[in-house]
């Protein structure tokens, strides 16, 4: 499977805290991608780094790339109760339509 | 942006029976697809579907399972056929905004729960 890994599989930590989630994946990439998943719901997207990037910043969210470990990181500064759900990673393929593959995810909770 | 909506929300099906999912978008758009998440689980691609064309299955996934029709650039369907328990999942339907060209971020409609006993 081209499914990436991520790390760590759950995360649990107070508010105001940092939070920091892992991806490896496996093959070339166009670019990677975070989402967010609240509850089993629809995935909001988060961020798209492109894989001549090595960082990239919105909000309180900082993301990392290092294509030549193949792997990637999410750190989400001052965390909110609200930002309570699972974050996964997304590898856009350097195939014609540029597909994703998702990482297995990671699980979030953050504690007032 | 996209708005996207699905129907049903969720549903309880009995095994042998067939459901077909609906995706709207609020917006014409050129590609879409189709995603299952098992409980638990990640997001697998089942297919991608583009308007005038034949869907494109993943590796895994095949036409006679998973039916895909795809009438216009707002819309199109998934039925999952003959179901069995191992097909409880969420469905997931999303689209690449139009007029991108190169990465591009996808948006997800809210999700279909299926449930099959």
């Known amino acids: 499977s081209q499914q990436g890994e991520e790390d760590p599989q759950a995360l649990s930590i107070q508010e105001g805290e940092n939070a920091t989630m892992n991806c490896s994946y496996k093959?070339?990439?166009?670019?990677l991608q975070w989402y967010r998943q609240n509850s089993g719901r629809g995935l909001v997207h988060l961020i798209l780094?492109?894989?001549?990037?090595r960082e990239k910043h919105s909000g309180r969210l900082r993301v990392t790339l290092d294509t030549s470990k193949k792997s990637s990181s999410l750190l989400i500064t001052a965390s909110r109760a609200a930002d309570t759900a699972s974050y996964f990673c997304?590898?856009?393929?350097?195939?014609?339509?540029?597909?994703?593959?998702f990482g297995t995810g990671t699980r979030l909770l953050v504690s007032p | 942006s996209a708005v996207i909506s699905q129907k049903p929300s969720r549903d309880i099906c009995q095994r042998g029976t067939s459901l077909t999912i609906q995706c709207q978008v609020d917006?014409?758009?050129?590609?879409m697809f189709w995603y299952r998440q098992q409980p638990g689980q990640s997001l697998t691609l089942i297919a991608t579907?583009?308007?005038?064309?034949?869907?494109?299955?993943e590796s895994g996934f095949v036409i006679d399972k998973f039916p895909i029709s795809r009438p216009n650039l707002t819309f199109s369907t998934l039925t999952v056929s003959n179901m069995s328990p191992e097909d409880s999942s969420i469905y997931l339907c999303?689209?690449?905004?139009?007029?991108?060209?190169?990465?591009?971020?996808?948006?997800f409609g809210p999700g279909t729960r299926l449930t099959v006993t």
């Open positions: 999303s689209v690449r905004p139009s007029g991108t060209s190169g990465a591009y971020e996808q948006y």
């Open positions: 917006s014409q758009v050129t590609m």
């Open positions: 780094i492109r894989s001549n990037e």
């Open positions: 093959t070339s990439i166009n670019n």
């Open positions: 579907a583009n308007q005038g064309s034949e869907a494109t299955y």
């Open positions: 997304a590898t856009g393929q350097n195939t014609g339509f540029q597909k994703l593959v």
